[in-house]
């Protein structure tokens, strides 16, 4: 049998890797191509800057389930 939540939680996983990689790679080198290296290095800073408070919430969120977890173990 197959087990839908794992697949569905994977291919997310996929999209959102992809669509980040496509981001950071697509969008920081037509800046270099375009603009130069300075250029393309504020737009990784920038790039990270904006992706750090999704990253934060995310690790918040892992936190909280981590010990619901862990106090629901009983």
């Given at each position: 049998?197959r087990?839908?939540r794992?697949?569905?939680?994977?291919t997310n996983l996929?999209?959102?890797?992809?669509?980040l990689?496509?981001?950071?790679v697509?969008?920081?080198?037509?800046i270099?191509?375009?603009?130069?290296?300075?250029?393309?290095?504020m737009g990784?800073?920038?790039?990270?800057?904006?992706?750090?408070?999704?990253?934060l919430?995310l690790?918040?969120?892992?936190l909280?389930d981590?010990?619901v977890k862990r106090?629901?173990?009983?």
């Amino acid at each position: 049998m197959r087990d839908l939540r794992r697949y569905a939680r994977q291919t997310n996983l996929r999209l959102i890797v992809g669509a980040l990689l496509l981001v950071f790679v697509i969008g920081d080198g037509l800046i270099y191509v375009i603009y130069g290296p300075a250029s393309a290095l504020m737009g990784l800073i920038c790039l990270l800057a904006g992706l750090s408070p999704i990253l934060l919430i995310l690790l918040a969120l892992a936190l909280m389930d981590w010990i619901v977890k862990r106090a629901n173990r009983d």
